[in-house]
DNA sequence: GATGAATGAGATTTCATTCAT
DNA sequence: AATGAATGAAATCTCATTCAT
């Protein structure tokens, strides 16, 4: 029982300590994210990602080892969180492959536009990052254009969509998609939403299917 | 008399230099958009524009008073040079509106892919310029939204487009195409002939037009 | 009675917590003579020593309130357990002048050779280190020249050594003695030795010895 | 004619501004290697050979690409310097080997202690300096070293002298020479001839040379 | 006793800009 | 027109030191 006394707080204060360490992590990545997509990795300083943290430049070595890999590990968290939530929606959503796919477009758009509304950019213009991340930035586009590859293959197939070719449909959508929030800044928040709508209407018919009405 | 003879042989070795110099400054202004189309406006030093001119950073400051107008200049002439190619274009070609339109695209990712690779970017993430320049980035950019918008309304006018909305289109047109050129950019030369023409059919698809076949 | 009772424990407890600390440091301080050593002062940071404990920067501080008295103490300890370890040398043997002062040299360089290759660099240069520590450097040195002087003068006197002055004599042997960990650490085990018994050779004739043969 | 007249200035203009340019580079040079040897490369900041320069620290980077490589090529004029200064002593001097070992002694020494009074260190604790420079060091050290070997094997032919082995010898006489400036840049210029004289003749005792008188 | 976190001063490095020639 | 040199401000990075736990 002592030995159980003794153990459980220091097996649960070292845990502790790194649950609080990942946060750390995660708060400083956000911040970093958030910055990087908005006005690109060169134009953001350390001093810029410190201070929105509210910590000085020093402290943010204590967590990554440069510059060049906060941005990795900034463009990674980004990544994950991204595909993970629009993985989950494919998941819990049911009907047409149409349906599907517009339900995806429509959250992706909206996590663009509403909680990253710049951070998009980095998947965008992988050639303007240093060679490190490219990788990185790679793989993850290839995660995410999985899910949306994969329902258009399957509206294809079940003959619900009509399409010049996968890979290019994929490559414009994803394009229109990622640029949303840049003209979207600008607008008051309910025309937001609304168009966001409009834009999963347009780039549905890229497979085909005709607008509304 | 002696003035004239004095006077002219000076005017127009003055009109020699003035044409020396104003060939110059394209030469300077191509590799400067050609750079910061690669890499960004912040990640090109002015040490790498003078270098691929193989001449001094201080020779660019004969020309151009600072990187800011060096980079302002650069996108002017990118965006007049290739709004003149499409007016052109437009200008010299009849037929109905969904031919018009296709053309129009397909010139456009064709410049982009083979003559002007990467500074097409420069037009999609004005959020990473200075400032001053974004208003001459939007400028540019309307200018050529233009030629596609007139074509389009035709279009809808005409009863032979179909679209969500005009702007909606437009913005994701204009998305797809810029960004073209880095998915082209490792494709084999023919490949990539190929890969525009899809472009162009799966973006004629926002507008209601069905592929070919 | 009670009292001592009660003091006895805590007392001999207190005394096993002061041993553990002196090991402590006797581990920090061999750790970080060594990196000093090797590296120099400037180019260890405390993080290095930390970290070939396998303990953190901050742990340093419980025992040492700066780098600066790490290094003194360092210092301090190196050189007076070499001191002791040749003073028990001389008092341990007998025979002629020139008999113990080879003894003494070999075993000299055999330390230094053998167990601290690279320590002894910090008496060769006092330059590089910080006032404070000079001054605690050179006293070890001149302690440490006092056994060798004794016994050349000695030797003199008795009239078994010919030197040009006894101060230049020392300092060459020193400077000798000192440098050869470095020209001796990339040769085998075996070559050592003998590396070490010919150095002793060599410098026995700065005092007039002849080499043995 | 006329074509000379523009030739000749362009070409002499460019070898003056060429001139300019090594002749800046040696000035530089010649104050990292004071200081470099004076507190060791680590202790050096850039700023305290800018200050000693009276330029700003961005200047040094016009020259040298990086601290590391500023010490190397400091390193490597010292070197150079040195070995000539030796080179052309030995060349210009005849008599016996004896005669000749000891005025290169001498006058390495000399060197040491008036001319670069702390430099030397440079060449005795290779241990401290980055990876790219060590090789520097050892190569510059063999080249100095082959001065006094070819020497002393000269001697050692000739019956003149006896050693217990070139190497060890050659080792000990570098470290005692090299230590040198270390205990004689306290003494007043009077002593100070004396010592080297002194030292010299210390050192001829390791070839067998008995001192003067 | 020891650790993880943070700090701030200072080091190295980069770069737009200026200027004499 | 063009260059080489220099500058100074700002960016990246390092590290001795402090402190709450």
Redesign the pocket.
């Known amino acids: 029982m002592s030995t159980e006394e003794t153990i459980e707080p220091t097996r649960s204060a070292s845990s502790r300590?790194q649950r609080?360490?990942g946060r750390?992590i995660q708060e400083i990545l956000t911040a970093a994210a958030e910055l990087f997509g908005e006005r690109g990795y060169d134009a953001?300083?350390?001093?810029d990602v410190?201070e929105r943290l509210?910590?000085?430049?020093?402290?943010l070595?204590?967590?990554f080892?440069?510059?060049?890999e906060l941005g990795t590990a900034a463009i990674e968290t980004l990544g994950t969180e991204w595909t993970a939530r629009l993985q989950k929606l494919v998941d819990g959503t049911s009907g047409s492959a149409a349906d599907r796919l517009r339900a995806l477009i429509h959250e992706h758009v909206l996590i663009a536009v509403r909680d990253h509304p710049a951070a998009l950019q980095v998947f965008l213009v992988p050639r303007r990052w240093p060679h490190e991340q490219r990788e990185s930035i790679k793989e993850l586009r290839q995660r995410h254009d999985r899910l949306f590859r994969a329902l258009i293959e399957e509206g294809v197939a079940a003959g619900e969509f009509t399409v010049t070719g996968v890979d290019t449909v994929l490559q414009c959508m994803h394009a229109a998609m990622s640029q949303a929030p840049v003209w979207c800044a600008d607008l008051p928040a309910r025309a937001q939403y609304e168009a966001v709508d409009e834009v999963a209407d347009t780039l549905m018919m890229l497979v085909g299917q005709a607008p509304p009405e």
Request: hydrophobic share 25%.
């Open positions: 300590v609080k360490r750390r953001v300083s350390l001093e410190a509210d910590v000085t430049k020093g402290s070595y204590y967590y080892s440069s510059k060049d």
